[in-house]
């Protein structure tokens, strides 16, 4: 679906938009009729329309630093999974049977204890 965007507050300048316009009472004449959307008010001594502002906090240049530093560090630890495959390829990694399958048996109680379902 398409929407035109470009009329949404009225004909924009130097256009002509005849739902706009209505004939006047004395003769032919036509004037433009303004439609909520385009009738504006000035604040009484403002000098121009009022522009909305936004500032930045500090804290949020800094969150917005780390964010883009840690955007830049990998996934991976690729010197941990350096050692760990040296330490395969030479028969030095051994695996604890036991705090895996304890591990194992927790998480099974984590999900079987999950409040969601």
């Known amino acids: 679906m398409v929407r035109d965007i470009n009329s949404v507050n009225g004909p924009r300048a130097g256009t002509s938009n005849t739902s706009n316009t209505s004939k006047s009472a004395k003769g032919n004449e036509s004037a433009a009729v303004q439609t909520p959307a385009q009738q504006t008010t000035k604040p009484t001594g403002a000098a121009g329309p009022a522009q909305d502002t936004v500032k930045i906090s500090e804290q949020a240049k800094i969150l917005k630093s780390v964010e883009s530093q840690l955007k830049q560090l990998s996934d991976v ?27 194992m048996l927790q998480s099974d109680a984590e999900f079987d204890s999950d409040p969601g379902s």
């Open 77 to 103: 630890d690729f010197l941990r999974v350096e050692e760990l495959r040296n330490a395969i390829a030479e028969g030095r990694y051994e695996i604890d049977t036991q705090h895996t399958a304890d591990r």
